[in-house]
């Protein structure tokens, strides 16, 4: 077995590979195979064939709105003639070292199954509020700004990333979006025949929503808006379909009010859990972060990547957190938590009394004081692949 990073003609093997187990058509598999100069497929080859794969897009990632460099992980998928063998497994562990050393701290993925990438130390990481929900229904008001139709041009993905950032900032999480990201997106809108539009208020981009018309229904890949009137015009720009179109579909942060305008949610929105995330290098992306005043030490358990292994201490002080590696006391009791449990606590998506709750065995004191250290806050990203 050969694990590496694929070029040339195992590039196709990979996308065929994609094409089998993902149902997607051609065009779009070979699109985006070659969009993206930073995205790359880890494979484990045997000879010529392809048994296994990983792909791994390369981002930023904000913790509590500071960036950190991530894999997005897509198109995990075996051979169907390879399955049942354990190649995945290896590949994981070979993945995060990948990851590693490439510099990037974190990982994020959209799961087929949670179960399958807990084992890996994968934890979910936020909720999304899922709405289908006849336009009729929504609440319409007069636009008090203006909602301007996306034309393709350069100054279109300038008006998205601030729209984007005005909108999701705030979210640990956020995916860091340069132009150069919405022009793939929107490139693959347009593969769907799709349209794109921003709000703009008071000079300044408050908003913005990408949509496929599917028939009578208003497919909305994304929405964003970043106050309650940003809020309200968008659902007027989505009445304003309510000639040709009769339902809307769309998802956003479970804690974003967005799906509370409807006047009756009932039987039209529902919670269900989205992204999961891995931190590979523990002290990297918890180094400096925001953070309250406190000190715990833990017994940190990941056998996927055991150099995040051991006993720290996380520190926090003047607004910052540290966080160093201590030798094993041997004595009193010890909290111990899980990459995945402290992966949670670390975005803010789980404080130390709700791990407590899930079974991470933490003292009392430990989980009273995880909580100043790092306060629950929202997370939320919108990327799949």
């Known amino acids: ?218 497919d909305i890949r994304e929405i964003g808006a970043a106050d309650h009137i940003a809020r309200q015009d968008m659902y007027g720009f989505i009445c304003s379909h309510s000639s040709t179109m009769q339902t809307a579909e769309f998802l956003c942060p479970l804690d974003d009010p967005l799906w509370r305008l409807i006047s009756d949610p009932r039987g039209l929105v529902s919670a269900e859990p989205y992204a999961m995330l891995r931190m590979v290098e523990m002290e990297i992306t918890m180094q400096g972060l925001p953070a309250g005043d406190g000190l715990v030490t833990m017994k940190v358990m990941d056998p996927y990547a055991p150099w995040n292994e051991g006993v720290w201490q996380f520190f926090g002080s003047d607004g910052k957190l540290d966080v160093e590696k201590i030798p094993d006391p041997g004595f009193g009791e010890l909290s111990v938590i899980s990459i995945g449990d402290l992966t949670q606590w670390a975005f803010g998506y789980a404080g130390g009394r709700d791990l407590q709750r899930q079974g991470a065995l933490l003292t009392d004191i430990c989980a009273e004081i995880m909580d100043d250290i790092l306060p629950k806050r929202p997370v939320f990203l919108y990327e799949k692949y």
């Not at 077995?1 to 195992?10: H, P």
């Not at 979910?124 to 909602?147: D, S």
């Not at 999701?168 to 022009?183: I, L, M, P, T």
């Open 1 to 218: 077995m050969d694990i590496r990073v694929l070029q040339g003609d195992d590039i196709k093997k990979a996308a065929a590979l994609w094409k089998y187990c993902f149902g997607d058509t051609d065009e779009f598999t070979d699109w985006y195979f070659s969009c993206h100069e930073d995205r790359h497929v880890l494979g484990m080859m045997e000879g010529d064939e392809l048994m296994a794969q990983i792909v791994c897009t390369h981002q930023d990632v904000g913790v509590r709105g500071v960036d950190r460099g991530a894999a997005i992980l897509s198109g995990v998928a075996t051979a169907p003639s390879c399955r049942g063998r354990g190649f995945m497994s290896e590949l994981m562990t070979h993945g995060l070292s990948y990851v590693r050393q490439r510099g990037e701290s974190l990982a994020a993925l959209y799961p087929y199954e949670y179960r399958f990438y807990e084992q890996y130390g994968f934890a979910k990481c936020g909720e999304v509020a899922k709405v289908n929900a006849p336009i009729g229904r929504l609440t319409a008001a007069k636009l008090m700004g203006e909602v301007v139709m996306l034309k393709g041009g350069g100054e279109d993905k300038a008006k998205l990333v601030r729209a984007y950032e005005a909108s999701y900032g705030g979210y640990s999480g956020r995916v860091r979006r340069e132009e150069s990201d919405f022009a793939r997106l929107l490139e693959e809108l347009a593969q769907d025949g799709g349209y794109g539009a921003v709000y703009r208020r008071d000079g300044e981009e408050k908003g913005y929503i990408l949509y496929v018309m599917r028939g009578e229904v208003m």
